[in-house]
């Protein structure tokens, strides 16, 4: 019977059926035939589809291959239609400088446009980024009747990317502590944005560069956001962290956050990519060196789950909003195996973690 099904719905897909030709792009792409199920978007979209012009510039920028002018291109058409999702997606890619150079007045304007459009994520992220993050009407942002022009005003975007000071504690390697870096509001924003896509988190095979999510020395679940599930609450965080790195936001890779329930744990690791494996090799070519970690500890209320550096005889564990970074290639961007860590277990209660990975190209 879905044989049937699915046979069905490819023949009125190949005899123009838009929505049919949606459904078998989606599927495609879920079963990893990328091109193919991109392929079919086009056709919808060419043919006048917002839905498809939408979740096709999802796709373009945020899943490999990417394809970002095009992406930017299809959310500007789906925009132009009045969509209020594409309006977001154009807010997160403007702040990012994804398709067009990185304009906060031009992301501001979108999710805006957004709000106003009455796409629920756009209103509860503009009042959130004012200061209001627990509204009267946060129960049905559908039915708010704020003026969002009134409410964009309010967003202080030069504060939201001010860093604290960090603070130096080993030179070599490069390791340092921010304290209060994020705010508990924002803390607790992650956790919740975060909590229903938890899943079991994975390690790279360094020789094929391919996810293994049956990893003993890793336990825990994360949850990652790529730019078509990205906010603009998340959007600030992350350029907070490039102003204090002073590393270009476009090496960010796809922001986590990592969930230890009690007995989990990430064993000694390396986050570098290793030269001498050829899958790592390879992405370091395609994207440049994972030189720096930042971590954003989220929650308080555990026992355990310190960051461990077992060959400095050092392990860290933030309050609350405090963070911790450290480089784990060195300057001319060689590994630098000093910065085996571990994230280690919680014997008591549940730990959240925020982790920031960013690529650079050395040299």
């Not at 870096?181 to 909590?195: D, K, N, S």
């Not at 102003?243 to 969930?259: A, C, K, N, W």
């Not at 989990?264 to 994972?290: V, W, Y």
């Not at 461990?308 to 309050?319: N, T």
Request: with cysteine; net charge negative.
């Amino acid at each position: 019977m879905a044989v049937s099904s699915t046979g069905n719905n490819e023949a009125r897909a190949s005899a123009g059926d838009v929505a049919a030709q949606i459904s078998v792009g989606l599927s495609l792409l879920d079963a990893g035939k990328t091109e193919e199920g991109r392929e079919w978007l086009r056709r919808a979209a060419g043919a006048g589809s917002t839905e498809a012009k939408l979740a096709l510039a999802e796709r373009l920028l945020s899943q490999e291959p990417y394809d970002i002018p095009a992406g930017y291109q299809w959310a500007q058409e789906a925009a132009a239609e009045g969509n209020g999702k594409a309006e977001h997606l154009l807010a997160m890619a403007s702040a990012e400088g994804l398709g067009a150079r990185q304009d906060w007045q031009a992301a501001l304007d979108h999710l805006t446009r957004s709000a106003e459009l009455g796409y629920p994520q756009a209103r509860a992220e503009l009042a959130a980024l004012a200061g209001d993050w627990a509204p009267a009407d946060a129960a049905d942002w559908s039915a708010s009747t704020r003026n969002w022009k009134v409410v964009r005003r309010g967003i202080d975007v030069a504060a939201w990317l001010r860093p604290p000071p960090a603070q130096g504690v080993s030179g070599t390697p490069r390791i340092a502590v921010i304290e209060r870096f994020a705010a508990p509001e924002v803390c607790r924003w992650l956790i919740e944005h975060a909590r229903p896509g938890l899943v079991r988190a994975q390690t790279i095979d360094p020789k094929t560069g391919r996810p293994h999510y049956e990893d003993a020395a890793r336990t825990n679940s994360c949850c990652a956001f790529d730019v078509a599930h990205m906010d603009m609450v998340l959007v600030m965080l992350r350029a907070r962290i490039a102003r204090l790195t002073q590393l270009p936001i476009l090496g960010f890779e796809d922001s986590q956050v990592l969930h230890y329930a009690p007995g989990e744990e990430f064993k000694p690791h390396f986050d570098f990519l290793d030269t001498r494996e050829p899958g790592h090799a390879a992405a370091i070519a395609s994207g440049g060196q994972r030189v720096l970690t930042f971590l954003v500890y989220l929650n308080e209320g555990y026992d355990g789950g310190e960051t461990a550096f077992p060959q400095l005889g050092w392990r860290y564990k933030g309050r609350t909003g405090d963070a911790l970074l450290f480089y784990n290639a060195t300057s001319d961007g060689a590994p630098d195996r000093r910065t085996l860590h571990a994230g280690t277990a919680t014997t008591h209660g549940e730990k959240y973690l925020f982790s920031q990975w960013v690529r650079f190209r050395v040299g």
